[in-house]
């Protein structure tokens, strides 16, 4: 047998996953057969000497396949099933296969609606028991991130949204530091700044001149003051952040946490590859 005919019988093997994986994630045959068969080209071009669980494998690279294929959707605004609606599994070519298993039409729907990072995280963990150490490089986060972008997915996948009431504090927190810092308020930042606070930046953010890192309200409220004049309040992969846009295009995302009504945590990211993989929405004034 030659190499590629055994090759080619271990995708086999795996193409069933392979389709269930891609159907949760994309909802449409269409796209779960393109998705597969651009799987197999990239394994057919890989060197391989190095993959020790080749299921593992081509299941990491269908879910970066199809992360692109829903981030460009999304750029498009495009739904390709039209609102929602996902497109009917066939059982006769299915049945065998996992993608039988269970999913239903109602569950296909509200995936639909979540983030394509959200999705992925949520798909892959929670129906494919995919460890988040696994996760997180493809979606270009931290593992503790893509904890929360599964969280996130799992609470509206079970009809608990994530309180607006939440968001709206923390947008009235965001927009109290950004006033502050554009005015060179410094008692300001410290109102809304935790003791505590940890600000860290990207090498490419270090690169533009920030420090990789400042502990302390303090010394973070000395590094804003009278900045932030570019900075906008913004929804970072659904949750309150920052963005900064410079001659229209989005330079740096700051991601941030809260400690009741304190800002615990600012990470600024300017990494243009890391940036591009984030679902960054300006809000309004």
Known sequence: MTEENFL???FEANRQHLRSVAYRMLGSRGEVDDA???AW??????????????????TTVVARICLDMLRARKSRREDPMGPHVPEPIDEARER??????SVGAALLVVLETLQPAERLAFVLH???????????????????????????????VQGAPVPETDLSRQRRIVDAFLAASREGNFEGLLAVLDPDVVFRADQAAVRLGSLPEVRGANAVAQIYKGRAQAARPALV???MGIAVILGGHLRI?????????????????????????????????
């Open 8 to 10: 080619s019988q271990q």
């Open 36 to 38: 597969v068969q651009e």
């Open 41 to 58: 080209l990239r394994l057919s071009r890989s060197d391989r000497s190095d993959v020790a669980n080749l299921k593992g494998w081509l």
């Open 96 to 101: 065998e296969a996992e993608m039988a298993d």
């Open 126 to 156: 929670d129906m494919f028991a995919v460890p988040f150490e696994e996760i997180a490089p493809i979606v270009g986060r931290s593992v503790d991130a893509s904890r929360q972008l599964a969280s996130r997915a799992r609470r509206r």
């Open 237 to 239: 992969d659904g949750e």
């Open 253 to 285: 995302a700051l991601r941030v946490s809260f400690s009741g009504d304190q800002i615990a945590g600012i990470e600024a990211m300017a990494d243009a590859e890391q940036i591009a993989a984030l679902e960054v929405e300006v809000l309004e004034p």
